[in-house]
């Protein structure tokens, strides 16, 4: 069983940045592809971004492509999400998600992920 607890969300003025980490515990992390959701109020939860098993593919919704970035660290068992440039369209719950797979990809869809974090509030006001 993998626990994934998400930190690092918060209010940020429009323009700003954010960090958002995810620790993964309870399983071996290079076993699990990663990824980052988000739910807005009275949205479906969307996909954000996805890093490979050992973070060798990256893959970005249209929506954030150039603004934000996934990291993985190994050693730390920790995936980040950094965010810049943030719009007030990007105010929303992100989630952290694992994928149990001995293959290399970055699943998008919220019903390839087998478990999932509690949820960062991000709220940016413009």
């Known amino acids: 069983q993998v626990q994934l607890v998400e930190s690092g969300g918060g209010l940020v003025q429009a323009e700003g940045s954010l960090r958002l980490s995810c620790a993964a515990s309870?399983?071996?992390?290079?076993?699990?592809?990663m990824g980052w959701f988000r739910q807005a109020p009275g949205k479906e939860r969307e996909f954000v971004a996805a890093v490979s098993r050992r973070g060798s593919i990256t893959d970005y919704a249209d929506s954030v492509k150039g603004r934000f970035t996934i990291i993985r660290d190994t050693a730390k068992n920790t995936v980040y999400l950094q965010m810049n440039s943030l719009r007030p369209e990007d105010t929303a719950v992100y989630y952290c998600?694992?994928?149990?797979?001995?293959?290399?990809?970055?699943?998008?869809?919220?019903?390839?992920?087998?478990?999932w974090g509690s949820g960062a509030q991000v709220t940016v006001s413009s």
């Open positions: 309870g399983g071996t992390f290079t076993h699990y592809a």
């Open positions: 998600a694992a994928k149990f797979t001995l293959h290399s990809g970055t699943p998008v869809s919220t019903n390839d992920y087998d478990y």
